[in-house]
Nanobody
């Protein structure tokens, strides 16, 4: 079992930055591939970013490339999502997700591929 808890959300203005954190407990963190997803009101949950267990391979939603950075600190059992140049369309509940990976270079972009989810943290971008 893996427990995930996100933090770092809040209300910011367009152009501001936020860093989301997701702390994991319960099993070896280095063996987990991690992802961030978001769900805006009235919309389906969408993929935002993913990283492999070794954090050597990362993948992003096109609309966040160059603005968001996912990173994984295995020693701290934490995955981060640094969000810069935030836009109103980034407003959503953000969730981190985890799944064991047999190869530490694997990453996943579909929510059905993840086994564990955090409760979410809200991000509101508004002037």
């Amino acid at each position: 079992q893996v427990q995930l808890v996100e933090s770092g959300g809040g209300l910011v203005q367009p152009g501001d930055s936020l860093r989301l954190s997701c702390v994991a407990s319960g099993r070896t963190f280095s063996g987990l591939a991690m992802g961030w997803f978001r769900q805006a009101p009235g919309k389906e949950r969408e993929f935002v970013a993913a990283t492999s267990g070794s954090d050597t391979i990362r993948y992003y939603l096109d609309s966040v490339k160059g603005r968001f950075t996912i990173s994984k600190n295995n020693a701290k059992k934490t995955v981060y999502l640094q969000m810069n140049s935030l836009k109103p369309e980034d407003t959503a509940e953000y969730y981190c997700a985890a799944r064991p990976a047999s190869d530490d270079t694997l990453y996943y972009v579909d929510d059905i591929q993840y086994d564990y989810w955090g409760p979410g943290t809200q991000v509101i971008v508004s002037s």
